[in-house]
């Protein structure tokens, strides 16, 4: 039975941390073979702007291309006779990732690997501890997440042709997760105060994680640009996703697509790998 405590001081330390470390009797001792990892979390001048993400895992030899990721379910329980919330992990595992091909002659490697699933982002809360229960063996870290007023991600680029490409976000969608458009319209009779044209077609399409970049690219020999549209998921990974576009004629046409790739990953050269194999079937 084990007790971690962490303290997070991000802009001063306030009455309210005293008052979280007073209500610390209400969270009951870990059970054999778990830990108690309790976080006080600083005061903020306005919380509700802040989450607070648990990154919940242990460190592991694997190698170092494949992703991986380990089972279990975080649970949250209230506290009889007080109300408050504990987060409980009773098991972790299995571990299960991606089936990349390596040379077993590569020497495996140290690497966090953490609690599969969404991104756990909890309220954040200066006035009482934040208590999580975990197996023994088992690590937990956190990152503070701020909410920062941005507008809607909305892009234009000028085609080739007299045709204007407009890639959205969709209107009142989160920015984490929700749909995308792209409209393609023609300019050769734009009116006056018609800044992007006459619209001819689009299409709308999921958005896991926020839209990050818009731009032309050659995917083949003979092909002209393909219009790239690249997203990162939200949390922990920062995975990479891009979807490419054909305009053909009046027409948005979807070229290839490929999701969750590492965080530093190149979207052209992926997208020209989904292309290549798939012309050889």
Do not use: C
Not at 64 to 82: C, K, V
Not at 115 to 137: F, I, M
Not at 271 to 278: D, E, F, G, I, R
């Amino acid at each position: 039975m084990k007790e971690i405590a962490t303290i997070v001081f991000l802009l001063w330390a306030g009455s309210s941390s005293v008052f979280a470390a007073d209500y610390l009797k209400a969270f009951p001792a870990a059970e054999e073979g778990m830990t108690r990892h309790v976080i006080i979390l600083s005061q903020q001048a306005n919380e509700a702007d802040f989450r607070v993400e648990l990154i919940i895992g242990k460190t592991v030899k694997t190698d170092a291309a494949n992703r991986y990721f380990f089972g279990g379910q975080l649970e949250t329980e209230s506290i009889p006779g007080w109300g408050f919330e504990r987060h409980v992990l009773r098991q972790l595992g299995p571990m299960a990732g991606t089936l990349m091909a390596v040379d077993p002659a590569e020497p495996r490697v140290d690497r966090f690997i953490t609690l599969g699933g969404e991104a756990k982002l909890l309220r954040y809360n200066s006035r009482l501890p934040l208590v999580v229960y975990v197996p023994h063996d088992v690590e937990v870290h956190h990152r503070i997440w701020r909410v920062q007023p941005v507008d809607r991600f909305v892009r234009k680029l000028a085609l080739s042709g007299e045709q204007t490409i407009v890639v959205a976000e969709g209107d009142f969608e989160a920015r984490s997760i929700g749909s995308y458009s792209v409209r393609l319209y023609s300019t050769g009779n734009t009116q006056v105060n018609d800044d992007a044209g006459i619209f001819a077609s689009g299409l709308i399409r999921l958005r896991s994680g926020t839209l990050e970049k818009v731009f032309l690219e050659n995917l083949g020999l003979d092909e002209a640009p393909s219009l790239i549209v690249t997203m990162r998921s939200v949390g922990t990974g920062s995975y990479v996703s891009a979807d490419a576009f054909k305009i053909v004629g009046n027409k948005v046409v979807l070229h290839a697509s490929i999701t969750e790739m590492f965080a530093d990953a190149d979207p052209v050269v992926a997208l020209k790998a989904v292309l290549k194999t798939s012309r050889k079937k």
